[in-house]
């Protein structure tokens, strides 16, 4: 969802910078890319359509102490050179993440006085208020145009008169980064480069003043305030592929350690007892995310259904929003949230605090936007994510959700259980040759429909995101028990059912749906825990038998293996997995 980046460097070529941090956080956006640096003979800004890449050499021919840049995910003019930022006016240069909603209303008031628009985006709307507003003092021309924009907006902003960046936050996330080489701004902390040690969040309406040694920060009526430095480390940041082909491998690998990381997490870091005061107390839990994230709160429904006696609901973010539900103020809500930062989940959890509920966040990003908003965070440590598919961080949003719901029975036990689960996934990693089969089927399949009862639809559901979106091929997930109501209809030798069977209680039911797609001379995968279900069904197309679990832990090694197929599908078809066409990470938009 575009990303922005700029350096004001006491050492060394900000413009090199920028282009490094562009890489580091294409997943934002692909379809542009473009950046401006302060050079001895003013202000060069260079952009490109297509992914960022194709800005290096121009990039590489360029040099200066202060630089912005910006990687684009199209909502407003058609991705293209045209389209891409920095967008320039007079002295200005600046790079959006957002959308301006009224921008067609400004557009018109300022080509009626005679501006010129270079682009059709609505960030460019920006650029030339600033133009037309400053008379030399850059911060009240900053929040005079500032003052004008309805929507959301992180904006940095090069003015020929000033040696340093200004930034600004209002609905989208930006952060200042501290470090030995100076002074740095950017969408996400896991894009930050490596010398930053510690970070500074501006609130909405901040407006930043960055240079080389400082950044000092004005609320939006322009009077200094104080925002504390927080510490980062290392570890939050995106250390590249290693000796993995993808991102999305080597998170998938990534799994077992985030299961014991987020249990560590845990113990350490959250008020438990606080926690377990919020569940006990509950008339109900509302459990509500946005795609992967919410497919996890789906999943971790049974979990609450099983151990934890109080009514729980799952509700995607987007319709929470426009349909808000019966709320008391012992209603507790899950927000669930990989990046913390998604516009739908931020605001639909806002509305129930502000309705009097209890807000909890299981994010795995820190001092985010959800963060923010909710009484309490319970921390995914997935470390940073950076392929678009969620992988690594669903697993963590159940093993934290399974803790939660084990809060007021035996969550020590539970603690047990999910590091014995994060075993099994170690142990089907280094066994995975399953996968292979099912995803050369699923590659020469015109459809692929995911199936499971109890859980296992649950997992269903989140199998057939991960394989629509990197492999493009069409994909449903529903519950077993529903084929005939409709389904079977689609279902013929061009198409691929996956039955997950891993529930004992309910596999029988399961395998009888894999009859009803055989005989209809659709082909059948099986993926199960169980030795059962594995030898009744040696007839299908394929089976692979993962390790044994118990049906609640089952999701913690069927969805990772189901991770593995959309991976190897999506490999063998000749997709890029990181950077699945049309999307982004982190959708900060609505
Ligand atoms: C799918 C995927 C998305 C995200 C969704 C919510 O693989 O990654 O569906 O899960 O956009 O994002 P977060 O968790 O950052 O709120």
Known sequence: MCGIIGAALRRGNAAAEVYEGLERLEYRGYDSAGLSVRTDGGTVTVKRGGRVANLKESAAELCGGVAIGHTRWATHGEPSDRNA???????????????IENYRELKDELLQSGAEFASDTDSEVIVRLLDKYYSGDLLAAVAKTVGRLKGSYALGILCEDFDGIVAVKYKSPVVAGFGEKGVTLCSDIPALPEWVTSVSVPEDGDIVLISAQSASFYDGGLQSVNRVRLPVFAGQFNGGTGDYPHYMLKEIHET?????????????????????????????????????????????????????????QVEIASELRYSPVHITGSTLVLAISQSGETADTVEAVSALKEAGARVVAVTNCGYSAITRVAHMVVPVCAGAEVCVAATKSYIGQLAALYLISRLTADVFTARSELLSAGEKIAELLKDNGGADKIAEICAESSAVFFLGRGIDYAVAVEASLKLKEISYIFSDGYPAGELKHGTLALIDDNTLSVIIICDESLSEKCENAACQVTSRKGKVAVITCLDGAADKLQDVAAVWKIPECEANLSPFVSAVALQLVAYKTAVSLGRDPDKPRNLAKSVTVE
């Open 85 to 99: 930022h920095p967008h320039v006016a007079g002295k200005f240069s600046i790079v959006h993440n957002g959308i």
């Open 256 to 312: 077992a350690a985030t299961v014991r990381d987020t249990c560590d997490a845990f113990f350490r870091n959250v008020d438990v007892k606080r926690l377990t005061e919020y569940v006990r107390n509950a008339d109900r839990i509302i459990m509500t995310g946005c795609g992967t994230a919410y497919n996890a709160g789906l999943a971790a429904r049974r979990f609450f259904s099983d151990k934890c006696r109080v009514f729980c």
